[in-house]
Protein backbone atom coordinates (compact mmCIF):
# COMPACT_ATOMS: atom_id res chain seq x y z
CA UNK A 1 0.00 0.00 0.00
CA UNK A 2 2.47 2.79 0.54
CA UNK A 3 4.10 1.87 -3.12
CA UNK A 4 0.34 2.43 -4.56
CA UNK A 5 0.87 6.34 -3.69
CA UNK A 6 4.35 6.83 -4.86
CA UNK A 7 3.15 4.93 -8.54
CA UNK A 8 0.03 6.74 -8.54
CA UNK A 9 1.51 10.19 -8.46
CA UNK A 10 4.50 9.89 -10.80
CA UNK A 11 2.22 8.31 -13.13
CA UNK A 12 -1.26 10.38 -13.16
CA UNK A 13 0.45 14.26 -12.23
CA UNK A 14 2.22 15.67 -14.67
CA UNK A 15 3.58 18.88 -13.27
CA UNK A 16 2.99 19.31 -9.97
CA UNK A 17 6.26 17.62 -8.60
CA UNK A 18 8.01 19.63 -10.77
CA UNK A 19 6.30 22.56 -9.77
CA UNK A 20 6.90 22.08 -6.44
CA UNK A 21 10.18 21.29 -6.28
CA UNK A 22 12.59 23.49 -4.48
CA UNK A 23 15.86 24.87 -5.31
CA UNK A 24 14.68 24.26 -8.73
CA UNK A 25 15.71 26.92 -11.69
CA UNK A 26 15.36 28.01 -15.43
CA UNK A 27 19.08 27.23 -15.95
CA UNK A 28 18.89 23.54 -14.78
CA UNK A 29 16.23 23.41 -16.50
CA UNK A 30 18.12 24.36 -20.04
CA UNK A 31 20.63 22.37 -18.82
CA UNK A 32 18.71 19.25 -19.02
CA UNK A 33 17.16 19.98 -21.84
CA UNK A 34 20.27 20.29 -23.92
CA UNK A 35 21.29 17.08 -21.77
CA UNK A 36 18.42 15.34 -23.05
CA UNK A 37 18.97 16.39 -26.47
CA UNK A 38 22.94 15.63 -27.00
CA UNK A 39 21.63 11.91 -25.51
CA UNK A 40 19.13 11.88 -28.41
CA UNK A 41 21.59 12.27 -30.75
CA UNK A 42 23.73 10.10 -29.30
CA UNK A 43 21.70 7.57 -29.14
CA UNK A 44 20.54 7.28 -32.30
CA UNK A 45 23.70 6.96 -33.83
CA UNK A 46 24.56 3.97 -31.16
CA UNK A 47 21.23 2.48 -31.73
CA UNK A 48 20.49 2.40 -35.49
CA UNK A 49 19.99 -1.12 -35.89
CA UNK A 50 17.90 -1.33 -32.77
CA UNK A 51 14.44 -2.99 -33.80
CA UNK A 52 10.79 -1.59 -32.41
CA UNK A 53 10.14 -3.41 -29.27
CA UNK A 54 13.75 -3.47 -27.99
CA UNK A 55 14.55 -0.12 -26.68
CA UNK A 56 13.36 2.01 -23.49
CA UNK A 57 9.63 2.83 -22.82
CA UNK A 58 6.77 1.02 -24.07
CA UNK A 59 2.29 1.52 -23.17
CA UNK A 60 2.12 2.72 -26.34
CA UNK A 61 -1.53 2.21 -28.21
CA UNK A 62 -3.29 3.90 -31.31
CA UNK A 63 -6.48 4.44 -32.48
CA UNK A 64 -7.75 5.85 -35.86
CA UNK A 65 -10.95 7.40 -36.80
CA UNK A 66 -11.24 7.84 -40.73
CA UNK A 67 -8.10 9.65 -41.91
CA UNK A 68 -7.22 10.54 -38.46
CA UNK A 69 -4.99 8.69 -36.39
CA UNK A 70 -4.10 9.26 -32.68
CA UNK A 71 -1.27 7.53 -30.78
CA UNK A 72 -1.52 7.25 -26.89
CA UNK A 73 1.55 7.47 -25.14
CA UNK A 74 1.82 6.39 -21.35
CA UNK A 75 4.29 8.09 -19.38
CA UNK A 76 6.07 8.45 -16.61
CA UNK A 77 7.08 12.02 -14.88
CA UNK A 78 10.15 11.26 -13.78
CA UNK A 79 13.33 9.91 -15.52
CA UNK A 80 16.74 10.79 -16.65
CA UNK A 81 19.48 11.11 -18.96
CA UNK A 82 19.68 6.77 -19.56
CA UNK A 83 16.18 6.99 -20.50
CA UNK A 84 16.62 8.39 -24.21
CA UNK A 85 16.48 7.95 -27.19
CA UNK A 86 13.52 5.93 -26.19
CA UNK A 87 11.83 2.88 -28.43
CA UNK A 88 11.25 3.52 -32.21
CA UNK A 89 8.38 2.87 -32.33
CA UNK A 90 7.71 5.44 -29.97
CA UNK A 91 10.01 8.35 -31.55
CA UNK A 92 8.49 7.10 -35.01
CA UNK A 93 5.10 8.12 -33.70
CA UNK A 94 5.94 11.45 -31.84
CA UNK A 95 7.85 12.43 -35.06
CA UNK A 96 4.97 11.49 -37.49
CA UNK A 97 2.63 13.90 -35.47
CA UNK A 98 1.28 16.89 -36.48
CA UNK A 99 -0.17 17.94 -33.10
CA UNK A 100 0.72 17.33 -29.67
CA UNK A 101 -1.34 16.39 -26.52
CA UNK A 102 -0.02 16.63 -23.09
CA UNK A 103 -1.77 16.88 -19.85
CA UNK A 104 -0.46 20.21 -19.84
CA UNK A 105 2.93 22.19 -21.14
CA UNK A 106 5.26 22.25 -18.43
CA UNK A 107 7.55 24.50 -20.29
CA UNK A 108 5.00 27.10 -20.39
CA UNK A 109 1.95 26.56 -18.05
CA UNK A 110 3.53 26.06 -14.93
CA UNK A 111 2.46 28.48 -11.94
CA UNK A 112 4.28 30.80 -10.44
CA UNK A 113 5.69 30.14 -6.81
CA UNK A 114 3.45 32.84 -5.33
CA UNK A 115 0.32 31.03 -7.15
CA UNK A 116 1.49 27.45 -5.75
CA UNK A 117 1.89 29.11 -2.55
CA UNK A 118 -1.79 30.34 -2.57
CA UNK A 119 -3.21 26.48 -3.39
CA UNK A 120 -0.56 24.86 -0.76
CA UNK A 121 -1.30 26.86 2.56
CA UNK A 122 -4.25 27.20 4.56
CA UNK A 123 -6.51 29.39 4.18
CA UNK A 124 -7.37 30.17 8.00
CA UNK A 125 -5.27 29.87 10.83
CA UNK A 126 -5.06 26.01 10.96
CA UNK A 127 -1.43 24.68 11.05
CA UNK A 128 0.28 20.92 9.90
CA UNK A 129 1.10 20.23 13.55
CA UNK A 130 -2.46 20.53 14.75
CA UNK A 131 -3.94 18.52 11.87
CA UNK A 132 -1.26 15.40 11.66
CA UNK A 133 -1.72 13.05 14.36
CA UNK A 134 1.55 13.47 17.27
CA UNK A 135 3.42 10.13 16.11
CA UNK A 136 3.50 11.43 12.34
CA UNK A 137 4.50 14.77 13.00
CA UNK A 138 7.01 13.69 14.96
CA UNK A 139 8.26 11.13 12.18
CA UNK A 140 7.79 13.27 9.42
CA UNK A 141 9.90 16.29 11.43
CA UNK A 142 12.80 13.40 11.98
CA UNK A 143 12.37 12.94 8.02
CA UNK A 144 12.74 16.80 7.29
CA UNK A 145 15.56 17.17 9.70
CA UNK A 146 18.21 14.56 7.69
CA UNK A 147 17.57 16.75 5.67
CA UNK A 148 18.51 19.49 6.62
CA UNK A 149 14.67 20.98 6.56
CA UNK A 150 12.84 22.44 9.74
CA UNK A 151 9.33 21.17 9.73
CA UNK A 152 7.90 23.77 11.72
CA UNK A 153 8.64 26.45 9.05
CA UNK A 154 5.92 24.01 6.88
CA UNK A 155 3.10 24.38 9.34
CA UNK A 156 1.69 26.55 7.10
CA UNK A 157 1.55 24.30 4.65
CA UNK A 158 -1.41 22.04 4.06
CA UNK A 159 -0.61 17.94 3.86
CA UNK A 160 -0.48 17.45 0.05
CA UNK A 161 1.95 20.00 -0.57
CA UNK A 162 4.10 18.32 2.56
CA UNK A 163 3.35 15.47 0.82
CA UNK A 164 5.18 17.04 -2.73
CA UNK A 165 8.01 17.90 -0.89
CA UNK A 166 8.39 14.44 0.42
CA UNK A 167 8.17 12.80 -2.71
CA UNK A 168 10.73 15.84 -3.89
CA UNK A 169 13.24 14.01 -1.06
CA UNK A 170 12.90 10.87 -2.40
CA UNK A 171 13.60 11.20 -5.88
CA UNK A 172 16.78 13.15 -4.21
CA UNK A 173 17.81 9.42 -2.83
CA UNK A 174 17.02 7.82 -6.28
CA UNK A 175 18.58 7.85 -9.66
CA UNK A 176 15.68 9.25 -11.50
CA UNK A 177 14.01 13.14 -11.07
CA UNK A 178 11.30 15.29 -12.45
CA UNK A 179 13.32 17.34 -14.22
CA UNK A 180 14.23 14.93 -16.46
CA UNK A 181 10.49 13.45 -16.72
CA UNK A 182 9.57 11.61 -20.26
CA UNK A 183 6.68 14.88 -19.99
CA UNK A 184 9.65 17.80 -20.55
CA UNK A 185 11.02 15.30 -22.98
CA UNK A 186 8.22 15.15 -25.07
CA UNK A 187 7.54 18.61 -24.85
CA UNK A 188 11.15 20.08 -25.73
CA UNK A 189 11.25 17.64 -28.86
CA UNK A 190 7.76 19.08 -29.60
CA UNK A 191 8.82 22.95 -29.48
CA UNK A 192 12.20 22.00 -31.14
CA UNK A 193 10.35 20.35 -34.22
CA UNK A 194 7.56 23.59 -34.36
CA UNK A 195 4.68 20.89 -33.43
CA UNK A 196 1.55 22.40 -32.54
CA UNK A 197 0.61 21.59 -28.84
CA UNK A 198 -2.76 21.78 -27.36
CA UNK A 199 -3.09 20.70 -23.20
CA UNK A 200 -5.76 18.27 -22.25
CA UNK A 201 -5.86 19.94 -18.72
CA UNK A 202 -4.55 22.66 -16.98
CA UNK A 203 -1.53 23.00 -14.50
CA UNK A 204 -4.43 24.59 -12.68
CA UNK A 205 -6.78 22.00 -12.55
CA UNK A 206 -4.24 19.94 -11.34
CA UNK A 207 -3.26 21.96 -8.11
CA UNK A 208 -7.01 22.36 -7.34
CA UNK A 209 -7.72 18.78 -7.36
CA UNK A 210 -4.92 18.35 -4.63
CA UNK A 211 -5.76 21.34 -3.19
CA UNK A 212 -9.38 20.75 -3.02
CA UNK A 213 -8.93 17.63 -1.34
CA UNK A 214 -10.97 16.76 2.05
CA UNK A 215 -8.45 16.97 5.10
CA UNK A 216 -9.47 13.56 5.87
CA UNK A 217 -8.01 12.63 2.62
CA UNK A 218 -4.77 14.37 2.98
CA UNK A 219 -4.01 13.24 5.74
CA UNK A 220 -4.44 9.60 4.94
CA UNK A 221 -2.22 9.90 1.86
CA UNK A 222 0.62 12.19 3.55
CA UNK A 223 0.43 9.22 6.28
CA UNK A 224 0.96 6.80 3.85
CA UNK A 225 3.98 8.79 2.46
CA UNK A 226 6.03 8.99 5.85
CA UNK A 227 5.01 5.22 6.41
CA UNK A 228 6.48 4.25 3.41
CA UNK A 229 9.78 7.10 3.10
CA UNK A 230 12.62 4.81 3.72
CA UNK A 231 12.03 2.57 1.04
CA UNK A 232 10.05 5.14 -1.60
CA UNK A 233 13.58 5.86 -3.58
CA UNK A 234 13.95 1.93 -4.40
CA UNK A 235 10.24 1.36 -4.93
CA UNK A 236 10.53 4.80 -7.31
CA UNK A 237 13.62 3.00 -9.02
CA UNK A 238 11.57 0.09 -9.55
CA UNK A 239 8.72 2.12 -11.22
CA UNK A 240 10.98 3.26 -13.44
CA UNK A 241 12.66 0.19 -14.17
CA UNK A 242 8.97 -1.00 -14.92
CA UNK A 243 7.74 1.55 -17.50
CA UNK A 244 11.58 1.65 -19.12
CA UNK A 245 10.87 -2.60 -19.73
CA UNK A 246 7.29 -1.65 -20.85
CA UNK A 247 6.37 -3.84 -18.12
CA UNK A 248 2.05 -3.58 -17.74
CA UNK A 249 1.96 -6.15 -15.22
CA UNK A 250 4.48 -4.18 -13.28
CA UNK A 251 2.80 -1.53 -13.59
CA UNK A 252 -0.77 -2.39 -12.68
CA UNK A 253 -0.01 -4.21 -10.05
CA UNK A 254 1.73 -1.13 -8.42
CA UNK A 255 -1.52 0.31 -8.96
CA UNK A 256 -3.05 -2.20 -7.40
CA UNK A 257 -5.30 -2.76 -4.29
CA UNK A 258 -5.99 0.64 -3.73
CA UNK A 259 -9.21 -0.09 -1.54
CA UNK A 260 -7.45 -1.65 0.93
CA UNK A 261 -5.19 1.29 1.53
CA UNK A 262 -8.53 2.90 3.45
CA UNK A 263 -8.16 6.14 1.47
CA UNK A 264 -11.68 7.57 0.90
CA UNK A 265 -13.29 7.16 -2.37
CA UNK A 266 -12.83 10.94 -3.58
CA UNK A 267 -8.72 10.58 -4.09
CA UNK A 268 -9.06 7.95 -6.96
CA UNK A 269 -12.39 9.86 -7.94
CA UNK A 270 -10.50 13.16 -8.60
CA UNK A 271 -7.01 12.12 -9.34
CA UNK A 272 -7.88 9.20 -11.42
CA UNK A 273 -11.67 8.81 -12.76
CA UNK A 274 -13.16 11.82 -13.22
CA UNK A 275 -10.03 13.09 -15.63
CA UNK A 276 -9.87 10.09 -17.61
CA UNK A 277 -13.45 10.64 -18.68
CA UNK A 278 -13.00 14.15 -19.48
CA UNK A 279 -9.88 13.21 -21.11
CA UNK A 280 -11.53 10.77 -23.24
CA UNK A 281 -14.25 12.91 -24.35
CA UNK A 282 -11.59 15.41 -25.37
CA UNK A 283 -10.00 13.30 -27.33
CA UNK A 284 -13.32 11.70 -29.20
CA UNK A 285 -13.79 15.51 -29.96
CA UNK A 286 -10.56 15.50 -31.94
CA UNK A 287 -11.09 11.64 -33.14
CA UNK A 288 -14.57 12.68 -34.65
CA UNK A 289 -13.34 16.14 -36.06
CA UNK A 290 -11.44 13.79 -38.64
CA UNK A 291 -8.68 16.37 -39.63
CA UNK A 292 -6.71 14.03 -40.98
CA UNK A 293 -3.83 14.67 -39.07
CA UNK A 294 -1.83 12.78 -36.98
CA UNK A 295 -2.09 13.11 -33.09
CA UNK A 296 0.38 12.23 -30.20
CA UNK A 297 -1.22 11.82 -26.80
CA UNK A 298 1.70 11.57 -23.69
CA UNK A 299 -0.12 11.97 -20.24
CA UNK A 300 0.89 9.51 -17.49
CA UNK A 301 0.48 5.22 -17.74
CA UNK A 302 -2.09 5.18 -14.72
CA UNK A 303 -4.53 7.10 -17.22
CA UNK A 304 -4.23 4.15 -19.71
CA UNK A 305 -3.78 1.36 -17.10
CA UNK A 306 -6.08 2.03 -14.10
CA UNK A 307 -9.67 1.36 -14.72
CA UNK A 308 -12.51 3.50 -15.60
CA UNK A 309 -8.78 4.67 -17.65
CA UNK A 310 -8.75 6.79 -21.13
CA UNK A 311 -8.69 3.59 -23.35
CA UNK A 312 -11.52 1.69 -21.41
CA UNK A 313 -13.49 4.63 -22.26
CA UNK A 314 -12.77 5.24 -25.59
CA UNK A 315 -13.41 1.53 -26.46
CA UNK A 316 -17.02 2.31 -24.76
CA UNK A 317 -17.51 4.85 -27.60
CA UNK A 318 -16.78 2.45 -29.96
CA UNK A 319 -13.18 3.27 -31.19
CA UNK A 320 -10.78 0.08 -31.98
CA UNK A 321 -8.01 0.82 -29.43
CA UNK A 322 -4.38 -1.04 -30.56
CA UNK A 323 -1.92 -1.99 -28.64
CA UNK A 324 1.77 -1.13 -30.17
CA UNK A 325 4.34 -1.80 -28.10
Not at 290 to 302: E, H, I, N, P
Amino acid sequence: MKKLLLSLFTLLLAGVLTACSSGEDATETEDTADNSSATEEDGAAEGTEEESGEGNGGFLWKVESGDTEMYLQGTIHLGNDDFYPLDPAIEEAFDSADVVLPEFNLLEETPSQQEVLEYATYEDDSTLEEELPEDTYAELASIFEENGLDLESMNEFQPWFVEMMLLELVTMTSDVDSQAAVDLYFLEKATEDGKEIVSLESAEEQFEILSGYSMETQIQTLELAVDGYDEAGEEMEELADAWLKGDIESMESMSAGYDEAGINDEYMEELNDKRNMDMANSLDEILQEDSGQVYFVFVGTAHFTVDPSIITELEEKGYDVEHVY
